[in-house]
């Protein structure tokens, strides 16, 4: 599950087009995204507990892992 800001999709588009980046792109890989629209709730307030729900809900195999981590994308510079 991948939070996102409207003005952040661009860029994970862009990042998942990247030839190195092709293995999340694997039809085995789910990505999901939340993306929050400006002016709305969780624009500031991360939803964190709608995440973790909406990933458990989103599991289509018999074993799971919940991981917790933060990932800031860079422009590389």
Not at 41 to 70: A, K, Q, W
Request: proline share 4%; with cysteine; aromatic share 10%.
């Amino acid at each position: 599950m991948i939070y996102l800001r409207e003005e952040e999709v661009a860029q994970l588009d862009a990042f998942l087009q990247l030839p190195e980046n092709s293995i999340l792109c694997d039809p085995r890989i789910r990505l999901l995204t939340y993306v929050a629209a400006k002016g709305s709730f969780f624009y500031s307030n991360y939803p964190i507990n709608i995440l973790r729900n909406l990933g458990i809900h989103n599991v289509h195999t018999s074993h799971m892992i919940v991981l917790d981590m933060d990932m800031w994308l860079s422009s590389g510079d």
